[in-house]
């Protein structure tokens, strides 16, 4: 297989029907033009007014009639593996932790390969929806699984890749939900956080690869586990940008867990463990009080929105509204394949958009809102300041969607960015990640398609039938 990174290039992207920048003015360019040059955005603006010079430079001109040109969108929750597991019939109806029960004893069948071939899969199907910065929190490590699998898989893709290194530590026997032979020694994880920010972690402007330290849940690992992951995290310095991120207030039974064992509501105890600040980011906070919502805008805390996920687990709906108007860092997540069923960022876009309307104020969210959310708030919640915006300076992490299709005819006319938004999500004509091409006519460059679905198809069987289901 041929690595994205042996395609080093500079693109002139002009005639975009519409060019959504996310910069700074929030400027929307008809009849707009992009250049790059290595990793880079050089130029944003009107194609008529593209320097010449410019053009007859680029390596490639791409003509881009028709399509509407985004910044990448940032994936800020998944758990890559879960790809092996949806749909699977006995967790398709229930709520968050009977759901865990049921498959916690399929997870811990994984090995490195499913590890890599769902990684694989799960940052494809992310692609080609429009994201070229992804996270993934993976905390079962049985069968000698590392994060290292998902690096290597992450380069084969070519897509940003922000490892969480997740962990488990407080089984059944001790009071946790997960059965003890998924848990690990808490010195073993802390242990291997170390080693793999050293070995990995790149905390320079236009990174491939981050590393992320991230113990599972309030109800699976021990107050202890997550004071020392905080401590470890900050003790690498400022400058290298370690961000902490875990599941935090999803359900109700959570907090009720939390209040029982702890004697405090979820938002409480992540305080009370060092667990806010800018360099932290929770996945769903459905759970949110009034008071924990000004603690996190107080402390600039960022919060991953699952909405698929949360109506998926019947878990409810974030405060996102609110959380925005408190100035809470929020960023987008498709969330664990087991829980959506899909990885497709569009889509979860739109999931944005429509839940908050929801409860009976369809001005909750709008289309610009929530494609602000899946760009500059999954960078600011990953803790980036070059992703999620198309301008100068920024890295050359651009997408396309075309608009005169079946899905959009009578919308993109009238609005096209709303178009993308309220209208029936279609995968990428093209996408470019850090200044290389992976997506050409709504296909895979360096990957065979069919092929990766076949093993992963094949993967997922073996992985159930290991397990006896
Ligand atoms: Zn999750």
């Known amino acids: 297989m041929e690595t994205p990174a042996s395609h080093a290039t500079s693109f002139c992207i002009e005639h975009a029907d519409l060019v959504v920048t996310m910069d700074a003015q929030r400027r929307e360019i008809h009849d707009g033009a992009v250049v790059t040059q290595g990793p880079a955005i050089i130029w944003v603006g009107a194609t008529s007014e593209l ?16 399509r509407i040109v985004l910044p990448g969108f940032v994936n800020t929750h998944h758990h890559f593996y879960q790809t092996l597991t949806r749909v699977i019939p006995s967790a398709q109806d229930a709520v968050l932790f009977d759901w865990l029960k049921t498959l916690y004893p399929i997870w811990a069948e994984l090995t490195p390969d499913d590890v890599f071939i769902s990684t694989q899969l799960a940052l494809t199907e992310l692609l080609l929806s429009g994201c070229t910065t992804s996270s993934d929190h993976h ?12 690096f290597a898989a992450a380069e084969t893709v070519g897509v940003r890749f922000h490892g969480a290194r997740g962990s488990m530590s407080l089984g059944e026997s001790k009071g946790g939900l997960p059965p003890d032979r998924v848990t690990e020694d808490e010195e073993a994880i802390l242990r291997d956080c170390r080693r793999i920010v050293e070995a990995y972690h790149d905390p320079n402007r236009f990174a491939m690869r981050r590393v992320v330290l991230a113990p599972c849940s309030p109800f699976s690992v021990t107050p202890d586990l997550m004071r020392e992951s905080a401590t470890l995290a900050r003790s690498f310095g400022a400058a290298m940008n370690v961000h902490l991120h875990t599941h935090l207030a999803e359900t109700k039974d959570e907090e009720e867990f939390c209040l029982a064992r702890f004697g405090h509501r979820p938002g409480d105890y992540a305080e009370q463990l060092g667990w806010t600040g800018d360099d932290v980011w929770h996945a769903h906070c459905v759970h949110l009080n009034s008071r924990e919502i000004e603690r996190f805008a107080h402390t600039r805390t960022g919060v991953a929105h699952c909405p698929t996920s949360n109506m998926r687990l019947a878990s409810g709906i974030a405060p996102v509204r609110a959380m925005r108007n408190a100035g809470v860092p929020v960023g987008l997540g498709v969330d664990g394949s087991a829980s959506n069923d899909s990885s497709h960022m569009l889509n979860e876009v739109r999931q944005c958009l429509l839940l908050q309307r929801v409860l009976g104020d369809p001005r909750a969210m709008t289309a610009r809102e929530a494609l602000e959310i899946a760009t500059l708030g999954g960078a600011a919640v990953l803790g980036r300041d070059d992703i999620g915006a198309l301008a100068p300076g920024m890295a050359a992490d651009i997408v396309a969607f075309r608009l005169n299709t079946l899905w959009h005819a009578g919308g ?19 996408a470019i990640v850090n200044g290389r091409k992976l997506v050409a006519d709504g296909a895979p460059l360096h990957l065979d398609l069919p092929t990766l679905v076949e093993r992963h198809n094949r993967a997922a069987r073996a992985l159930v039938e290991r397990a006896g289901r």
């Open 51 to 66: 320097p010449a010079a410019l053009r007859d430079a680029a390596d490639e001109v791409i003509p881009a009639r028709g």
């Open 139 to 150: 905390y079962l490590w049985p069968n000698g699984c590392r994060l290292d699998d998902q």
């Open 412 to 430: 993109a006319v009238h609005d096209p960015v709303a178009a993308l938004v309220f209208c029936q999500p279609q995968p990428v004509d093209w």
